[in-house]
């Protein structure tokens, strides 16, 4: 079964399925006669989870994963020790899925034998020193306690932790990622094989499971033969104390209104882009940021036209998550307007459509925890010029009212906006039918 922040998930996905769509729900002639109902029509056709959609993938999900899962306890003692919680991650666990619910992201969250006591007088006494290292990363050294670990108890399990370090006590994420790979690999051993794949059952049916991977993930590529595919992305993380943060005065607070708790803030093994040292992790404060937008009216709404607007326009480079924190920025700088986020849709949409493109054209995001990172600055710049470009033709059309049905042009893919022209213009197409 399911550890604790799953529950989250569910939750999370319920509240995006109340307002997805049963197929059924989606008028076959719509009224559009401003931006409004041009954008919640598009939202319904080509945005929203279909419910019937969900379900079956989540079920799907949850079994394989649940098996995966206790797999891995049962082939490594480490594990089975010292794994705390898997945690969903990415836009499943914010409620900020689009089109189809046929990727999840689970955070693996590995426990190590010693991390908690900080000395900030002589920090080499800590548990683990935090040395911050390119503003969105951190390098973790063994303190004295850590490297004591050979003549404590528990050495027989311990010493897997105490393995990935090098010879200047550094732990390294090569070697954690390398670990946790071979866990899941050996997990997945014990399923019945299919060639060279692993099969797995789900309600009489059977399901292949092939994997790749990426940098720090494996990602589980779930079919079966009636076309049915899924991808389920692992990731090991770290966890540290909230008390921890920040590592140094350069770091945005983990405030009242995100703080949550024991749960603490992450790293995963992610290398950095520059190509640094396998010393380097990748800090992870996924349930702070999610408490960002917790209970905000419009907020969620809004970022998944973004996103469709992105996957429309062909802007590849721009990830989600640099999306996302666009919206946190705004979500602070709001703080003062405590209804903003209660107006029309076609308002915080026109808004946050000028927001990416002044982020394209002056190219930076700036990272939320550190405003000296800017997300976006190894993205060639001929690249962001042309993602500029086409947003700035977009604001144009959104400064003239009377432009609302050309808004669909950009949030549509070719194909999607001639199947969705009829709709668009019913009286023409009538008079072509006749």
Known sequence: MFIPHTR????????????????????????????????????????????????????????????????????????????????????????????????????????????MKEDRFIPSNSDIVLE?????????????????????????????????????????????????????????????????????????????????????????????????????????ALRFPEERWPVTSDYRDITADCSVGSYGWMVVPKPAKNGDSSRVWRFALHNQEKNLFHDIYNFKQTLRFIKKLRDAQGMDEIASYYIKTLFFWEVVERKSEPRFWNKPPSELFIIMVKRLHRAMANRNIPYFWNKQYNLIEGVASNILAGYANKLQRLVNILDDPTKYKMVAEYLLTDDEYEAYKPKLYPRQFAIYNI
């Open 132 to 236: 911050p290292s390119n503003y969105a990363y951190v390098k973790l050294k063994m303190g004295k306690q850590f490297q004591n670990l050979p003549n404590r108890d528990e050495w027989e399990i311990n010493k897997t932790a105490y393995k990935w370090k090098d010879e200047n006590n550094y732990l390294l994420r090569s070697k954690f990622s390398d670990w946790f790979k071979s866990v899941v690999y050996r997990a997945l051993n014990k399923f019945e094989c299919y060639g060279n794949y692993r099969l797995v059952t789900v309600d009489n049916v059977p399901y292949v499971i092939r994997t790749s991977e990426s940098g720090p993930a494996i990602t589980l590529k779930i079919t079966n033969i009636t076309g049915f595919k899924m991808d389920v992305d692992l990731v090991p």
């Open 8 to 115: 989250r998930l569910i939750d999370a996905v319920t509240m995006h399925e109340a307002q997805g769509v049963h197929i059924e729900s989606v008028p076959d002639n719509p009224v559009i006669n401003n931006l409004d109902s041009l954008l919640a029509d598009i939202y319904l056709r080509f945005i929203a989870l279909r419910a019937d959609d969900f379900k079956l993938y989540y079920k799907i999900f949850d079994s394989i994963f649940s098996a995966i899962h206790r797999n891995m306890k049962e082939v490594d003692p480490y594990f089975n020790r010292y794994s705390s919680t898997a945690q969903p991650a990415g836009s499943h666990y914010d409620g900020l899925r689009i089109k189809k619910p046929d990727e999840f992201d689970m955070d693996i969250v590995i426990g190590l034998p010693i991390n």
